[in-house]
Each structure stands twice: as structure tokens, then as C-alpha cells.
């Protein structure tokens, strides 16, 4: 079953295509990871299907919904989340906070109804919780649950955000080099845990990724691309062995 439809996807930049007519498809519960040189395309494909840019050209379908021209703060509610090369989070905020704050794209009770407490604020709250515990376990962060996020490593930070993208509830999740800054332990952690993510939770994964251990170890599909144009699809064994992936990308 088809997740997600990119169909002759471009965007144009003055006179420099960023993008330049891609098409693909993401299945549903797959694992699929964009590789390219610096400056290929990779994020901003990203940006296209989280709406944070507007398609120049062509469009994309997200689980039987047009969403080319729909406002990005919608994105997050209609299933798609994300997470940044750069760690964005609430930096004095306990990783509990973080987590709770990501709610807010799946709130449903109303004002008058949370002043008064009622039932159903209280099953949603609780909802809530079951939800952020959940990822909190995938992701082995219970020890750190009310630690201030700016007091910790890194690589912590780095899976706070993608625990944070997760307590969205996402259908789909954009994964932007999870790995980058990791060392080899936390990289190989990651690799379990995009696995978990995908069987455990049922999330669908597109992972632009340099690592390419990484991406032999966890990837069903993988896409190469360069200045903006698509230059191979298909296992990982045959896009890192097609001539052209090889001339751009592993300097062959």
C-alpha cells in the first residue's frame, strides 16, 4: 500500500533547481533512505514534503490526501513528523515536558471542558501519557525523564527530538541524518530503534543519511540523488553499485 506519492517534484531557487523533477513512492511500513553529495537535494526534498518550501512543480499525494498546497502547521495532524539535522528542542524543559509539548498536534478536548476536569479530559490526559511512556521505553530514556534537556550529551538530545517527533503520533516519520554527531555505540542503538520504530509502532521512515553502514543495516529502499535529479532507486546493494552513484556520491 502506497504512503506517500512524489510525483515530478521540483522547486526552483532564482535561477538554480534545487529539485528537479523527482518521482517516487513510499510503501506503507518501509524504510527509505535518500543518499547524495552535500548539496544534492536531500533536505530539501524534506522540506517539500513537510511544506516548510512550495513545490515550483509537480505534486504530492500523503495517504490519499493532496498536501502540494496545504499549510504547514497541518502537516503534523494529518501524520507526518520530522526531525532536524540541528537539534531543535525546549532546551530547559525536562525531557517529560518535551515530550508532553509534542501532544498539542493531537489535542481534541476543549477549554471549558479541561477548567472543569472533566471524564474526558481526564481519559485524554491519560491517553497522553501512555503515549509518551511508550516511546520513552523504545527509546531507553527513563533515566533521563525529568533531567533538564540542556544539560545532556548530545546524543541524547538527538533521540529526545526524535522521541518528541514520535509522541505526535506520526503515520510517517522524516528522519534528517539521525546519525550525524552520534559515536559508533549510539549509531548502532539507532539502528535497533528505527527498526523498532517501524515494527513496534508502525511508523513509515524516509531517512536522508550519510552513514552508509547505517543505511546497508536498516534501509528496504534506497534513493540517490545529485544536483537535484534522481539518479538511482532500488536496494541498497544496487544503488551503491550503480556507475553514476558511484561517481557522484563514493567518489568512484
Not at 100 to 125: D, G, K, Y
Request: charge should be negative; include cysteine; glycine fraction near 8%.
Amino acid at each position: 500500500m502506497t504512503m506517500l506519492q512524489v510525483n515530478d517534484l521540483s522547486i526552483n531557487f532564482g535561477g538554480i533547481k534545487a529539485v528537479d523533477g523527482i518521482t517516487f513512492d513510499i510503501n506503507k511500513g518501509e524504510i527509505f533512505t535518500i543518499i547524495g553529495p552535500n548539496g544534492a537535494g536531500k533536505t530539501t526534498i524534506f522540506n517539500l514534503i513537510s511544506r516548510i518550501y512550495q513545490a515550483s512543480g509537480g505534486s504530492l499525494v500523503f495517504d490519499g490526501v493532496d498536501i502540494t498546497r496545504i499549510a504547514p502547521h497541518k502537516i503534523a495532524g494529518l501524520g507526518i513528523a520530522r526531525t532536524f539535522q540541528n537539534v531543535e528542542l525546549f532546551e530547559h524543559g525536562t525531557l517529560l515536558q518535551n515530550l508532553l509539548v509534542a501532544q498539542h498536534a493531537h489535542h481534541t478536548t476543549r477549554m471549558w471542558e479541561e477548567v472543569l476536569f472533566l471524564p474526558s479530559v481526564r481519559e485524554s490526559e491519560r491517553e497522553i501519557r501512555r503515549n509518551v511512556e511508550e516511546v520513552i521505553d523504545i527509546l531507553d530514556l527513563q533515566r533521563y525523564r525529568d533531567a533538564t534537556v540542556h544539560n545532556l550529551p548530545y546524543g541524547v538530545r538527538k533521540n529526545i527530538e526524535l522521541a518528541r517527533a514520535l509522541c505526535t503520533k506520526p503515520k510517517l516519520i522524516l528522519l534528517d541524518e539521525p546519525s550525524s554527531g552520534l559515536n559508533v555505540e549510539e549509531t548502532e542503538d539507532l539502528s535497533f530503534w528505527i527498526r523498532d520504530i517501524r515494527d513496534d509502532l508502525g511508523v513509515t521512515i524516509i531517512m536522508v543519511e550519510h552513514d552508509l553502514s547505517l543505511v546497508n543495516d536498516v534501509s528496504d529502499r534506497v534513493m540517490a540523488v545529485n544536483s537535484g535529479r534522481l539518479l538511482a532507486l532500488g536496494s541498497p546493494e544496487q544503488v551503491q553499485s550503480n556507475p553514476d552513484v558511484i561517481k557522484a556520491y563514493l567518489g568512484g
